[in-house]
């Protein structure tokens, strides 16, 4: 009896130290693992730049001058349709150097048809019952009107005041041909120009950021005759400058 109740001991204390000995090794396992993990949070992550993706800003990158010279009409010889718009200084230049790509197709831009709105009130209330009787044309239609000018008229002619199909300003959603409800017989002259309500536009345009975009005696510049009736809007701070260097849109982009 004695005898076991000594090994009955001995095995007790044998498991005592056996269950001491595993929590001091557990214990010192888990202090290693909090060590490292509190280590790996006070470390900054080397090379974040790596890891962050920063998104850049858009840029507006200067337009190419063409090589090669126009040809007798304005345009460039076998110019190709480009697949993106060119803008300058945010500005989308739409003549016969810096054509549209044929897809492009925004419909009438929203800013510029709500200060259209504001000019044809400004104008009511002074007397002048303006409308805007062309406005975005998409690049299918202005291929239609164009070449319909051409059997009319020629060529030669139709490049003065009518653009070929992607060159048109109105495919840009910003550009209006304007003229004076029961005037219709000056539409699209020169004489709507010399009427009360075409001085007015002329003179007051600019307030609600509109240019006229084909002055007199800038066809060298613009590619086009005279058009009293075409107004492009630009946004007020632009229109003011434009109008009081007496320029145009080419001129104030710094481009031919």
Do not use: C
Not at 96 to 107: C, I, S
Not at 229 to 255: D, P
Request: aromatic residues 12%.
């Amino acid at each position: 009896m004695k005898n076991n109740r000594l090994l009955l001991i001995i095995g007790a204390i044998i498991s005592i130290a056996l269950i001491a000995a595993i929590f001091i090794v557990y214990n010192d396992k888990r202090m290693q693992v909090n060590e490292v993990s509190d280590k790996q949070q006070e470390t900054p992550i080397e090379n974040e730049e790596s890891v962050t993706i920063e998104k850049e800003t858009p840029k507006t990158e200067p337009p190419v001058e063409p090589t090669e010279q126009p040809d007798a009409n304005g345009y460039l010889p076998n110019q190709t349709l480009p697949k993106e718009p060119t803008y300058i200084n945010d500005i989308l230049l739409a003549n016969k150097v810096y054509p549209l790509p044929p897809t492009f197709a925004p419909g009438q831009n929203a800013e510029a048809g709500q200060a259209l709105e504001k000019m044809l009130v400004a104008a009511k209330q002074q007397g002048f019952d303006l409308v805007a009787f062309s406005g975005y044309r998409s690049y299918e239609y202005q291929e239609t009107l164009y070449n319909n000018y051409v059997k009319r008229d020629g060529q030669a002619a139709a490049d003065r005041y009518s653009a070929r199909p992607g060159y048109s300003e109105h495919q840009t959603g910003l550009a209006f041909d304007i003229g004076e409800r029961g005037h219709e017989d000056v539409w699209l002259t020169e004489a709507f120009g010399e009427t009360p309500a075409g001085q007015w536009l002329f003179a007051h345009a600019q307030d609600y950021g509109f240019i006229l975009r084909f002055p007199q005696n800038k066809e060298q510049i613009t590619g086009y005759m005279y058009e009293s009736w075409h107004y492009r809007y630009v946004g007020v701070e632009v229109a003011k400058e434009i109008k009081q260097q007496n320029s145009t849109l080419e001129e104030y982009l710094g481009v031919k």
